[in-house]
């Protein structure tokens, strides 16, 4: 079975750029999640959908970050400008379903640096 | 809101040593509990869960028991090995109310085992 699949792997722009990271889950699964690694913390959860609708994104910054997943599938999220802080560790994760009983299968990362 | 807090400082031990990496959890409901490991190079995988109060989730010789009383999960290992090297993240998910099953992180403690 293959993994949840995340591009680019690395990504390194100068501030007030934009940027977008990819997701490809792992097939069937209706649960879709962003966290945000910065060095030398746990990840954070961005936003969460279910199927191609959000189910949590309170911990999104609207103003500069955006996200998708319009067939309920693959997701892209976006930044727009970058800012410095913005540098870290994109993480992107599956599960079959919603709740805590469901194992999140995380994706490899997207390391953005921001210059 | 929930929270999660690891000991603190990278854990430095030599290989068949005992391991103890402590966790601490403040939540508002019932969570479930996890251990995480991130190995280097790879992204984020599932160690141990446990779901309810006096629980003990155990793989790959690792074990940490859900303590509802000192609010803890703690992980411990009888005898590490050099392979055990790598992150290990503490997380909580609210098993009910609004959460949908988001995980909130501890801070992550990186070890490093020497023959």
């Known amino acids: 079975e293959a993994g949840v699949a995340q591009s680019p792997r690395y990504k390194i722009i100068e501030k007030r750029q934009s940027v977008a990271f990819w997701c490809n889950p792992i097939?069937?699964?209706?649960?879709l999640y962003w966290y945000q690694q910065i060095l030398g913390q746990g990840p954070k959860l961005l936003i969460q959908f279910q199927n191609n609708g959000v189910v949590d994104d309170s911990q999104l910054p609207k103003d500069r970050f955006s996200a998708e997943r319009l067939k309920g599938v693959d997701s892209t999220l976006k930044i727009q400008p970058a800012k410095l802080e913005d540098s870290a560790v994109y993480l992107c994760a599956s599960s079959g379903g919603q709740g805590a009983l469901h194992e999140q299968y995380f994706g490899p990362g997207t390391r953005l640096t921001v210059t | 809101g929930d929270s999660v807090t690891q000991m603190e400082g990278p854990v430095t031990l030599s290989e068949e040593a005992f391991l103890t990496i402590n966790c601490t959890y403040t939540a508002t409901g019932y969570p479930s509990l996890f251990w995480y490991v991130q190995y280097p190079g790879e992204g984020l995988q599932l160690l141990l869960k446990a779901t309810k109060a006096d629980d003990k989730g155990s793989n790959k010789g690792f074990e940490a028991t859900y303590r509802k009383e000192t609010t803890s999960f703690h992980l411990e290992k009888g005898s590490v090995q050099v392979s055990d090297s790598a992150v290990y993240f503490c997380?909580?998910?609210?098993?009910?109310?609004?959460?949908?099953?988001?995980?909130?992180f501890g801070q992550g403690t990186i070890l490093t085992v020497h023959p």
């Open positions: 097939s069937g699964h209706a649960t």
């Open positions: 997380a909580l998910s609210e098993a009910g109310g609004t959460s949908y099953g988001k995980l909130t």
